[in-house]
């Protein structure tokens, strides 16, 4: 964050990557090296935004590397610095009512076995505020350790 960010209607800063992390035998094998120790690393996308004061209209949609939409996140702005959570699940089928997985400022359930982080891939976050779009690029990649 910076200055020239903060002095901006609209800055939107680049996520970190996702690591789809998979979770360590527990049958017989303590995990040696391979087991985390400390705090776990986030499962889900952290988005940052900042606004130099409350839109009348925000969108935040993430769309994947075909550039399709495939998901819009609910968000109350406020002035200054924004954080939310996209947990990896697309926009829920139309007519489903069952639990959305929506993305939520804090916490959350992850699908695919609780590794959660959506598919692997190249990502964009795109924040629109009063028609104004700024947009960042992120990846979500799967677990680096052998099998």
């Not at 982080?117 to 976050?125: D, F, I, N, P, S």
Request: a positive charge; glycine letters at 14%; charged letters at 30%.
């Amino acid at each position: 964050m910076t200055a020239k960010a903060v002095a901006e209607d609209l800055a939107v800063f680049k996520p970190s990557e996702v690591i789809r992390w998979r979770r360590g035998s527990s049958r017989g094998s303590s995990g040696g090296a391979s087991r985390f120790t400390g705090q776990i690393p986030a499962r889900s996308t952290q988005i940052f935004f900042n606004l130099k004061k409350v839109p009348g209209e925000l969108k935040v949609q993430i769309k994947d590397a075909t550039d399709k939409v495939i998901r819009d996140i609910k968000v109350k702005a406020v002035a200054g610095l924004n954080r939310v959570e996209w947990d990896g699940r697309p926009n829920p089928r139309t007519g489903d009512t069952g639990r959305t997985g929506s993305s939520r400022s804090r916490g959350g359930r992850f699908s695919r076995g609780g590794r959660g982080g959506g598919a692997t891939g190249t990502y964009k976050v795109l924040v629109t505020a009063d028609g104004k779009t700024k947009e960042a690029s992120f990846k979500i990649s799967d677990d680096p350790r052998p099998r």
